[in-house]
């Protein structure tokens, strides 16, 4: 019986410590990203218009970039696209809005399920991203991506995944 307390008591240290382990490599890797971020933002002010922030996100296709939008001190709403060379600010009044590119991708596919609409770069351009749910002509569910140029609204490209 004592034997089998001693390697319980191993067996629960073990636990403890993995665990212990486990959290402190995700509070290490999400305090690194959250430190990218905010050079990212002071970098962003720093070079362009942008004061204020509102979103921040990141968007890999080719190349990365992080993506802000927020406001100049005017109060005018900009995106900011940070490449690892380029830098590019825009208006919003200057392109389509992510509501005008969801209704693109409703006009293609009227009963789609819009997931999520994101600004990215697309063939180093500035662009919509559109990720989507639809049902394909067999019945099945599909997703897909849609881009969606910033300026004018034109199709990039059209990308539907594999079924799984």
């Not at 004592?2 to 890797?29: D, N, P, Q």
């Not at 990141?58 to 900009?78: A, C, L, P, Q, W």
């Not at 990720?131 to 140029?149: E, V």
């Given at each position: 019986?004592?034997?089998?307390?001693?390697?319980?008591?191993?067996?629960?240290?073990?636990?403890?410590?993995?665990?212990?382990?486990?959290?402190?490599?995700?509070?290490?890797?999400?305090?690194?990203?959250?430190?990218?971020?905010?050079?990212?933002?002071?970098?962003?002010?720093?070079?362009?218009?942008?004061?204020?922030?509102?979103?921040?996100?990141?968007?890999?296709?080719?190349?990365?970039?992080?993506?802000?939008?927020?406001?100049?001190?005017?109060?005018?709403?900009?995106?900011?696209?940070?490449?690892r060379n380029d830098v590019l600010e825009k208006y919003a009044v200057e392109g389509i809005s992510a509501v005008d590119a969801k209704q693109r991708v409703l006009v293609e596919r009227p009963k789609a399920?819009?997931?999520?609409?994101?600004?990215?770069?697309?063939?180093?351009?500035?662009?919509?991203?559109?990720?989507?749910?639809?049902?394909?002509?067999?019945?099945?569910?599909?997703?897909?991506?849609?881009?969606?140029?910033?300026?004018?609204?034109?199709?990039?490209?059209?990308?539907?995944?594999?079924?799984?």
């Open positions: 019986m004592k034997i089998g307390k001693r390697w319980l008591f191993l067996a629960l240290f073990i636990v403890v410590l993995l665990v212990s382990v486990a959290f402190w490599f995700v509070y290490s890797i999400d305090d690194e990203l959250a430190s990218r971020t905010a050079d990212r933002i002071a970098y962003a002010k720093k070079h362009t218009s942008l004061k204020k922030v509102g979103t921040v996100y990141s968007f890999v296709s080719d190349k990365h970039y992080t993506v802000i939008s927020g406001f100049n001190r005017d109060g005018e709403k900009m995106i900011v696209w940070l490449g399920q819009v997931l999520r609409i994101t600004p990215g770069v697309v063939d180093d351009e500035p662009a919509w991203e559109v990720y989507y749910t639809f049902t394909d002509q067999q019945g099945a569910k599909r997703l897909a991506y849609n881009y969606y140029r910033f300026e004018d609204g034109s199709a990039l490209r059209s990308v539907i995944l594999p079924k799984p």
